[in-house]
């Protein structure tokens, strides 16, 4: 006779604790991206689209009717010099509403998204806990603008620094100005429709949004 063997469960394994960090941000409410309010802190958040862009069909319908199952880009934001370590107890400001703010500004320049499309939660966290939520969330959704349409949350590299190529993102989604000033690239916005609709339905957005897989 085979002995199973069992593994006793452990709270204080990472990926458990990554797990009740993601679990909570779930939890929390969905706002508007056009009714954000100023707030302080760090911690991580979702982004939800439920437009009628064609390459997100897939995406939309999982955001439908007051329910928000599928993000389509996670992210985080630390405290400024936290890669670097410093003074544990020091405020890391607005960081969270900064960058969902930056966000924003992207979605607005871009040609063909709509704003008001878009929704998000977040969840103000220890910074000790920011990064493991973010990779748990990451790994257990796939969203499309992490893992295939990459650039979304770039920056402007700055004056003399648009050597690189345009990302992704904006040649999807084209109006960022400091994108239209980095080296074009080969592949065409249609080339990418096509690579979102075959990742999409190769990895289909989850229909529970409360379930983290163990």
Not at 113 to 133: E, K, N, S
Not at 165 to 173: A, I, K, N
Request: neutral net charge; contains cysteine; hydrophobic residues 35%.
């Amino acid at each position: 006779m085979t002995i199973r063997k069992i593994i006793p469960f452990n709270p204080l394994d990472k990926r458990h604790l990554g797990e009740s960090v993601g679990q909570a941000m779930l939890q929390q409410a969905v706002t508007s991206m056009t009714d954000l309010k100023t707030f302080e802190g760090a911690g991580i958040y979702a982004i939800y689209y439920s437009g009628g862009f064609p390459a997100y069909e897939a995406i939309t319908q999982r955001n439908t009717n007051g329910k928000f199952n599928a993000p389509i880009y996670v992210g985080k934001a630390v405290p400024k010099g936290a890669r670097k370590g410093g003074d544990l107890e020091s405020s890391p400001g607005k960081v969270l509403y900064n960058r969902l703010t930056q966000h924003f500004k992207s979605i607005e320049e871009a040609s063909n998204l709509d704003i008001a499309d878009f929704h998000c939660r977040y969840l103000i966290v220890d910074d000790i806990w920011i990064p493991l939520g973010e990779s748990l969330l990451i790994a257990r959704f796939d969203p499309l603008w992490n893992k295939l349409i990459d650039g979304f949350g770039n920056h402007d590299p700055g004056s003399g620094r648009h050597a690189g190529l345009r990302p992704r993102w904006d040649v999807l989604h084209p109006g960022r100005h400091w994108a239209e000033k980095c080296q074009p690239r080969m592949e065409t916005a249609e080339q990418i429709i096509c690579e979102a609709r075959d990742y999409l339905r190769n990895n289909p957005p989850p229909e529970d949004s409360l379930l983290i897989n163990a």
